[in-house]
């Protein structure tokens, strides 16, 4: 604060930041408080000069220039407001805070940064241990001039270039450090060493030999020898050094080894990354003709690389929507929901849906049912009901494949789809039907868990009754042609009320239930392409011809067995396309050590490139499993079956 000298301003108050920041204000309050507690603080302070004086008040803080017209504002500022009103000398100026030159030294200190080149400044002292806190040095003083033979004994490291080779191929470097015992040294200088970096002399003779037999450098040669004329503007980009070596002159990194053609995999070999990350290691080092193709083609064409490398694109093969039956019971998705608990003797359901009207039929069953009991069920609830389909869709179950459901259904005229091993989308309709169904168990079964097999008609009605929401309809109703009563309708007396075609003739009946059908059929398509849509979001199309070889992703197919899965290879092969099943499922030349089925999806294989050069590449064992999951074998019946406990688990078992 200032009061008008003539000529220059003459300061009033200082100290006033120190005591705010002692007291804590400025971390306890914002700034659009704590600074009006500054000038309160200086008023209070030096009442005795400022009543009844004129006096400016300079602050950095702008929104201090309305302190006596505080809008909107907070109990705490109205009160400063009213305690300002009683200075009416006072006039605050706001002046930025870098052109201060008289404020309080605490909060407008100048740190003068010394210039310095180094990371340490030029005065800077290292730090200085006691003779007893230095270890080191008391270890070489105990020891004395017998330090270099008894604790830092000659050392020689070495790296190996053939993997093949115990022997080490080059001498990287040595170190040596010795003392003569006449001769007294202090620490520094015995602990001083020396690094040499040089090629065998068997590499750079082996080196010299493949120049010769390499096409390129074959011509190369004769211009660089000491013989060569005088002249050697044909080959300005090499040179050759004393030792019989050439070497490439690049721009930044200065001078690059040749390395002959028959050398580059055995250079490229050696823990290769990825292209760019090995392009880059080797440019600054080696050079070679076509550089670029070569490491490309290597990195590529790796067994190793293809074999445990996650793949980063998405992944492969569109939606392939089943087509849309015309007539209902035309076509039928069956499957089974397993190892249920106890419930009347039954411990397993039978979900049979129609792929058009989405009816749906829960036929409680149990876990050793053979394929003649399936068939039974079949014929009972289907077949005498709303005749013979003209598809099944299922997956791989034991009861739905073998010798006896292929007769059957050859009599019979079906046509079966069959899921492709470990692709349960294939028949997502069932599968979601699944899930609902175990949604509405687990909503109304008792605490035992034991009368779920009573619910099972009374959810299928609710369901089958219920609008969907694909055609917008009832399944009751496409199937049918009218609505059936519900207990509300009944308890409401609104029966005729209920929706239902009402016509006059059979005729119109017709005409009026095939609209309705198409109008789901229409319904089903749209919903069919919005599916299409979203599966497709981030995938790309691939295809394979016969004879390409391929890579099974041994993680997808849940062929890893055992601990330590995280470290194994994902991709096993490379094994031969036989044939294309499908746009999207091939049939694969597999060895009889693969206990699964032949035809595969197209999102559990990737392509395998083979180099179009005779390189060799390191190899990855096969990786075999002789146990799988998907058991294609023929089971005849189920003569008894138990629960074995793994861990906190029980395993249902079966004995065939």
């Known amino acids: 604060m200032c009061t008008p000298v003539p000529k220059e301003e003459h300061v009033m108050a200082g100290g006033i930041v120190p005591g705010i920041l002692k007291t804590g204000l400025k971390q306890k309050f914002p700034s659009n408080e704590s600074a009006p507690i500054a000038l309160k603080e200086a008023l209070t302070k030096f009442q005795a000069h400022l009543e009844g004086a004129q006096f400016t008040a300079f602050t950095d ?11 909107a504002t907070t109990t705490r500022l109205a009160k400063f407001s009213l305690f300002f009103t009683t200075y009416p000398g006072m006039t605050i100026m706001h002046r930025a805070g870098r052109v201060h030159d008289n404020t ?50 000659p050392v020689s490291h070495y790296v190996a270039t053939h993997l093949d080779k115990f022997e080490p191929a080059a001498e990287v470097f040595r170190v040596q450090i010795g003392l003569e015992e006449q001769y007294s040294q202090d620490y520094d200088t015995a602990t001083t060493y020396q690094l040499v970096a040089s090629i065998a002399d068997s590499e750079i003779s082996r080196i010299q ?32 050094k004393d030792n019989g070596l050439i070497y490439y002159i690049g721009g930044k990194e200065g001078y690059r080894l040749c390395i002959p053609n028959s050398l580059v995999p055995e250079v490229i070999q050696e823990a290769h990354a990825g292209y760019t990350r090995t392009y880059n290691h080797l440019c600054a080092t080696y050079y070679w003709p076509n550089m670029a193709d070569s490491v490309e083609a290597f990195t590529k064409t790796c067994d190793v690389c293809q074999k445990t490398k996650p793949r980063r694109h998405g992944k492969q093969g569109y939606l392939q929507p089943i087509p849309i039956p015309e007539q209902p019971f035309e076509v039928i998705t069956v499957d089974f929901i397993m190892d249920l608990p106890e419930s009347y ?20 069953c149990h876990t050793h049912i053979n394929k003649v009991d399936s068939a039974e069920l079949f014929r009972d609830h289907i077949w005498s009901h709303y005749s013979l389909p ?35 989308q294939t028949d997502g309709q069932t599968e979601v039907m699944n899930q609902n169904l175990e949604i509405m168990l687990r909503s109304y079964i008792d605490q ?66 095939e609209a309705a059908r198409n109008k789901a059929k229409e319904a089903i398509r749209i919903g069919q392409i919005y599916q299409e849509r979203a599966y497709n979001k981030g ?13 099974i992703n041994l993680k997808t197919l849940n062929l890893l067995k055992g601990k330590g899965t995280k470290l194994d290879q994902i991709y096993d092969g490379p094994f031969e396309v036989m044939e294309q099943i499908s746009p999207v499922t091939y049939r694969l030349r597999l060895p009889k050590s693969y206990s699964m089925h032949l035809v595969i999806n197209i999102a559990h294989l990737e392509k395998y490139s083979t180099s179009s050069e005779n390189i060799e590449h390191s190899t990855l064992p096969p990786k075999r499993e002789l146990d799988q999951d998907d058991n294609i074998y023929e089971v005849e019946r189920i003569v008894d079956e138990g629960w074995e406990r793994k861990g906190r688990r029980r395993v249902k078992l079966y004995k065939i």
């Open 390 to 424: 003209c598809q099944i869709i299922s997956d791989r179950d034991a009861r739905w494949t073998g010798a006896f459901w292929d007769h059957l259904t050859s009599l019979l005229g079906i046509k079966r789809a069959v899921t492709t091993a470990h692709h349960p």
């Open 61 to 71: 803080h702008n929104a201090l220039l309305f302190a006596n017209k505080f809008a």
């Open 345 to 364: 003797v039954y411990n397993a359901i039978l979900v049979i849906v129609d792929k058009l009207t989405h009816y749906a039929h829960f036929i409680p």
């Open 448 to 513: 035992v868990k034991s009368n779920w097999s009573k619910l099972l008609p009374a959810l299928a009605f609710s369901y089958n009754t219920s609008t969907h929401s694909v055609t917008r309809q009832t399944p009751a109703f496409l199937l049918r042609g009218y609505e059936l009563l519900r207990p509300a309708h009944l308890l409401a007396n609104t029966s005729k009320h209920i929706p239902c075609i009402e016509s006059n003739t059979a005729e119109e009946f017709s005409e009026e239930m």
């Open 104 to 153: 309080d030294p605490l909060s407008r200190y100048l740190w003068r940064i010394p210039h310095s080149t180094n990371p340490l400044p030029d005065n800077y002292k290292p730090l200085q241990l006691k003779e007893e806190e230095d270890t080191v040095k008391n270890t070489f003083a105990e020891y004395g001039n017998s330090y270099a033979k008894d604790i830092d004994s």
């Open 539 to 551: 995938r790309y199309f691939a295809h394979y011809q016969p004879g390409d070889q391929v890579l």
């Open 209 to 240: 030999e493949e120049y010769s037999k390499d096409p390129h450098y074959s011509k190369v040669l004769p211009w660089l020898s000491p013989k060569s004329p005088t002249n050697k503007t044909h080959y300005p980009q090499y040179v050759m």
